[in-house]
């Protein structure tokens, strides 16, 4: 299983690598087992993924996760600092509950910023966080989108269906990312992959 683990994520990265300088070459790329997308339009902007890996807790799978940007970034500041529409794709790779999955982005955004910098996007968070406690159980193979949308703000779905409603800072958009792209990543070995590197 380990082996076919490594040729998977070998693969993906060879497509990541491959396909997104050659037009139309690949459509999708496959994480975690999940096919998702090499370009998506967000506020009618094409984004090309950025990167993409797989969220291992412990020797469990939970989530594969994909960033899409306007363009391609290789550092945490490059990203954060992006303009224009955003998104980044959580794709579930076992069962989990809403309250459980929002817990966990709770702790990596304190994780990863100040209380002062919390403190500003206080209202957001909390939101955030019902927004999550809305799904009562996410199942294996659920596709959570979290657009930036400039002039609306955070906007997230579940297998397409809005949850929550848009949160306006850009601040806080960019402190849910660093959850993966911060100082103190949820997954050492996702933050390269997320941008774009082998990790």
């Known amino acids: 299983m380990k082996t076919t ?22 459509q999708a790329v496959e994480v975690g087992g999940l096919k998702l997308d090499d370009t998506v339009k967000v506020a009618g902007k094409e984004l090309k993924l950025n ?29 954060l600092e992006s303009v224009g529409p955003r998104r980044f794709t959580l794709g579930l790779l076992r069962e989990v509950t809403g309250d459980d999955l929002g817990q966990a982005f709770m702790a990596g955004i304190t994780a ?3 209380k002062a910098e919390r403190s500003k996007f206080v209202n957001q968070l909390a939101q955030f966080g019902e927004a999550f406690v809305s799904i009562p159980q996410a199942k294996k193979g659920d596709i959570i989108n979290v657009d930036w949308v400039p002039d609306t703000g955070t906007v997230m779905t579940l297998n397409g269906k809005p949850i929550g409603e848009p949160l306006k800072d850009i601040g806080f958009y960019n402190a849910v990312l660093k959850i993966w792209l911060g100082d103190k990543p949820v997954d050492s070995s996702l933050k390269p992959e997320i941008l774009g590197a082998k990790g």
């Open 51 to 79: 990167g993409a890996g797989v969220r291992v807790r412990i020797v469990v799978k939970v989530y594969a996760l994909a960033l899409y940007l306007p363009e391609k970034k290789t550092t945490t500041a490059g990203v």
């Open 112 to 114: 990863n910023t100040d």
């Open 5 to 26: 683990h490594t040729a998977n994520r070998w693969m993906a990265g060879l497509a990541l690598t491959l396909g997104l300088g050659l037009s139309g070459a690949v």
